[in-house]
């Protein structure tokens, strides 16, 4: 009853900056966790960042200090500003949701986006 649509990837150059958005749709009355994992070609998936309705935030150690997490409630989007990219983040990037309340009915699975590609290449 959750869907994800995220946009945003696409190419870009060493030291430049994307935003991933990803927007929440069904019938949803509260989303307690918004957030990124990513996952590149031979790893595993990873957290990126991940935040609460309070806005209480997680990241990974891969994002500190050049990713920053936000969201809008209301939109039930969350948005990932990735700054100073690298090769390093070359990855698929999937938004995440949790602990969905639904018509009054809690819901503590995850649901997972399609994925967005992000390539960071000269």
């Known amino acids: 009853q959750v869907q994800l649509v995220e946009s945003g990837g696409g190419l870009v150059q060493p030291g430049g900056s994307l935003r991933l958005s990803c927007a929440a749709s069904g019938s949803i009355d509260i989303i307690n966790n918004m957030g990124w994992y990513r996952q590149a070609p031979g790893k595993e998936r990873e957290l990126v960042a991940i935040m609460s309705r309070t806005e209480s935030t997680v990241y990974g150690d891969s994002a500190k200090d050049r990713f920053t997490i936000y969201r809008d409630n209301d939109k039930r989007t969350v948005y990932l500003q990735m700054d100073n990219l690298n090769v390093a983040d070359t990855a698929v990037y999937y938004c995440?949701?949790?602990?969905?309340?639904?018509?009054?009915?809690?819901?503590?699975?995850?649901?997972w986006g399609q994925g967005t590609q992000v390539t960071v290449s000269s």
């Open positions: 995440h949701v949790n602990g969905v309340t639904s018509k009054g009915v809690f819901y503590p699975m995850p649901y």
